[in-house]
């Protein structure tokens, strides 16, 4: 347990491009451990304690310094007490537990502060106890869509931008992710979809929040979602983020006088080639070897019967060349192929034909074409234009199913990167999508020789944009393993897949503790003082009473009515569905809070009009 953690936070600061970890030490059991396992992932040099009494009690003081001495951790004291009493001050009359919930809102504001001003990651230090119905998660099989293709929960780390709804425009915008969060988890999965010719595959705690589209955006959660079929929200046409040229200039530098110059097109046209081009497309660099003779005047004369020039016996030399061609196959009779000729005619881009293909000359047009891979197994959209608004984005499509795709709207393609840049041209696009894998074939030809295929894909563009919901088709499974959210500021929602089905579904963390990362947030408090005495933590930290310091002589177990062992043992058998052994009252009183607390863990509800 110990070693894992701290090999977790090694991986979290690097993956995050930190250079240290910052946490606000309380002189309670969960800070002190937190600081401990901190020091031992990056070094004392590279963790910061700040303690932040806000008319605490000074006995707390007193154990955060101690458990700091004792571990070796530099650390830096801010009074905020006059702060909140000059804010209270300032602010209407309130009652007691308004007033106290004041104070881990300042210490999270001093705590990001110096986590911006030394690049240091925020580390939270809740425990399972506390957050273990606080989050809303997804299972490990489903995966996130970011501008680096699909990750995994394994590979997604803090700054991956992924592809969210903005709930007031309704238009696909870029997020990047705060931070993730994994646990383990053995209960109840909502499942929903996952059949053959299903659009939607999801597996999902039963609190997580659905993105729906009932009279504007909302959420609702999956065990509460209505019976009738529910539409989730389709997306506006994407805006962009850059605005194309007018025209595609081609690359004419470093070329020859004789070589062949190419002009500028119109983006239009330029983009529709490119589409053609990924679906259909090759570049080819080769080499051309052919005898030249240097010819100057003094080795020639006119033949005075012919008029003609004679050249003298001069020796030819072996000269190689480099030729650039840009193949399109794309046969003849075909929609595309017309769409692809007209274009080059109106542009004056000169090209060769056979009766399967298109090609062109030419070391510019190469270049730009390259740009999307040579061949069928590295083909790729440049990031850049995938930036472009949906009305550039369109034409993009168009020629990508021109070439390759069909009626329906299925796009096939060898290249598995760019199966998902077009599933995320697709939801910019406000469409479905979905991708299937297929495995690679195997064929003999009539000759007896076998002939291999290569895994491909199969990427659906739905017409349509909606996805439907119905509560009554969700199933209960039962699930033994990771889950895990992401925790995307302000908008709360992302586009994830699960077995080639997309979605744009809602969760993240909220409530009062804002925080990077959460190395204790699998323990129960249980847990954590059983590590706290293997990490030799002060015995006079171990044992004091829980609290959060919101006034004076406030504990934990004295404000929930329940010590933490019976919360712990409620917790793990609701988690296990077993049998309880305590008083019905009890587990109760635990079911009340866990749903008194949900509010904490929702994004801010909005007024649609």
């Not at 310094?65 to 300032?90: E, M």
């Not at 990651?121 to 699909?150: Q, W």
Request: proline share 5%; net charge positive.
């Amino acid at each position: 347990m110990r070693k894992k953690i701290v090999n977790w936070l090694k991986t979290q600061v690097k993956q995050a491009k930190a250079k240290g970890i910052v946490l606000g030490l309380s002189g309670g059991l969960d800070s002190s451990v937190v600081l401990a396992l901190a020091k031992e992932a990056v070094g004392k040099s590279r963790v910061l304690a700040l303690i932040l009494p806000c008319e605490s009690h000074p006995g707390d003081l007193k154990d955060a310094q101690l458990v700091a001495r004792k571990l070796g951790i530099t650390t830096k004291t801010i009074d905020l007490s006059k702060i909140g009493r000059d804010l209270l001050q300032v602010l209407p009359e309130a009652n007691r537990l308004a007033a106290a919930n004041l104070k881990p809102r300042l210490r999270m504001l001093v705590l990001y502060y110096f986590a911006n001003k030394l690049n240091y990651l925020v580390c939270g230090t809740g425990n399972k106890s506390e957050i273990m119905t606080g989050y809303f998660c997804y299972d490990e099989n489903t995966r996130a869509l970011t501008k680096e293709g699909l990750k995994t929960y394994e590979e997604l780390k803090p700054r991956d931008v992924v592809f969210s709804l903005d709930p007031n425009t309704k238009r696909v915008i870029e997020c990047p992710i705060a931070g993730k969060y994994v646990f383990n988890y053995n209960g109840e999965m909502m499942s929903y979809g996952g059949k053959r010719n299903s659009k939607i595959d999801l597996m999902v705690t039963p609190n997580h929040r659905m993105l729906i589209d009932k009279k504007g955006f909302q959420f609702s959660r999956a065990d509460l979602l209505p019976r009738r079929s529910t539409p989730t929200p389709k997306p506006e046409p994407y805006e962009g983020t850059q605005e194309p040229p007018p025209r595609f200039k081609f690359d004419n530098e470093k070329m020859g006088s004789n070589a062949r110059h190419f002009s500028t097109i119109p983006i239009e046209d330029y983009l529709l080639i490119l589409g053609l081009y990924l679906g259909d497309g090759y570049a080819q660099l080769s080499s051309v070897k052919q005898f030249v003779k240097e010819i100057g005047n003094e080795t020639r004369y006119r033949d005075s019967r012919t008029g003609r020039f004679i050249y003298k016996d001069i020796p030819a030399t072996l000269t190689e060349y480099a030729s650039y061609r840009t193949w399109l196959a794309l046969p003849k009779g075909s929609p595309a192929r017309s769409k692809l000729i007209s274009i080059l005619d109106k542009n004056h881009i000169a090209y060769g034909e056979t009766s399967t293909q298109v090609w062109v000359y030419g070391k510019p047009f190469y270049k730009a074409m390259k740009r999307c891979g040579v061949s069928a197994h590295t083909k790729c959209i440049p990031p850049e234009i995938l930036s472009y608004s949906a009305k550039y984005l369109k034409i993009l499509l168009e020629g990508l199913i021109e070439s390759d795709g069909d009626k329906r709207g299925h796009y096939y393609t060898v290249s598995s990167r760019l199966a998902e840049q077009v599933a995320e041209l697709g939801c910019k696009l406000g469409r479905n999508i979905s991708i299937m894998k297929r495995p690679a074939r195997t064929a003999l030809r009539k000759d007896g020789v076998e002939i291999r295929g290569s895994q491909s894909y199969e990427v659906y563009v739905h017409k349509n944009g909606h996805h439907w919901l119905n509560g009554a088709k969700f199933r209960k499974i039962r699930y033994h393993g990771k889950v895990w959210c992401p925790d995307v500021p302000k908008v709360n929602n992302l586009l994830v897949e699960r077995n080639g089905s997309f979605i744009f579904c809602g969760n993240t963390k909220h409530g009062d503790g804002a925080t990077d990362i959460l190395p204790i947030g699998d323990l129960t408090k249980t847990e954590v003082r059983i590590l706290a005495r293997e990490l030799g933590i002060p015995s006079q930290v171990i044992t004091k009473p829980p609290t959060a310091g919101l006034w004076h002589g406030q504990t934990d177990e004295g404000e929930m009515g329940i010590t933490y062992p019976e919360l712990d043992d409620i917790l793990g058998r609701l988690e296990k569905k077993k049998k309880h052994i305590l008083s019905s009252e009890k587990v109760n009183k635990v079911k009340v809070m866990i749903e008194r607390s949900e509010h904490k863990r929702q994004g801010p509800k909005v007024c649609y009009i």
